[in-house]
């Protein structure tokens, strides 16, 4: 079956690095858009960034856009986000997700997530 797990999380400083890596298994993972979703306390599933098969394009949200990278590995069936310049209002539960912006609430499958807390 599908498996999406994510790892990486942790407390970090405002202003400081992280790098989330996300380990799938269970379908053919060069062939399928993947997503990074986020949960801040008190609110609903985000979607903050996507990368198209073969690494060709990658999408974020305004909020994120030139502070994290998403990419690939297909080789290893890995995904990651490497997130810079964090700030407190970047805590949240981090997922990994099958498809794009416009179809990952239809495809409905994500990982349990890892916390990441932006704090001084």
């Known amino acids: 079956q599908v498996q999406l797990v994510e790892s990486g999380g942790g407390l970090v400083q405002p202003g400081g690095s992280l790098r989330l890596p996300c380990a799938a298994s269970g379908f053919t993972f060069s062939n399928v858009a993947l997503s990074w979703l986020r949960q801040s306390p008190g609110k609903g599933l985000e979607w903050i960034s996507e990368?198209?098969?073969?690494?060709?394009?990658?999408y974020y949200t305004a909020s994120v856009k030139g502070r994290f990278t998403i990419s690939r590995d297909d080789a290893k069936s890995m995904l990651y986000l490497q997130m810079s310049s964090l700030k407190p209002e970047d805590t949240a539960v981090y997922h990994c997700?099958?498809?794009?912006?416009?179809?990952?609430?239809?495809?409905?499958?994500w990982g349990q997530g890892t916390q990441v807390t932006v704090s001084s």
């Open positions: 997700a099958l498809g794009a912006e416009a179809t990952w609430t239809l495809v409905g499958c």
């Open positions: 990368i198209l098969t073969g690494s060709a394009s990658t």
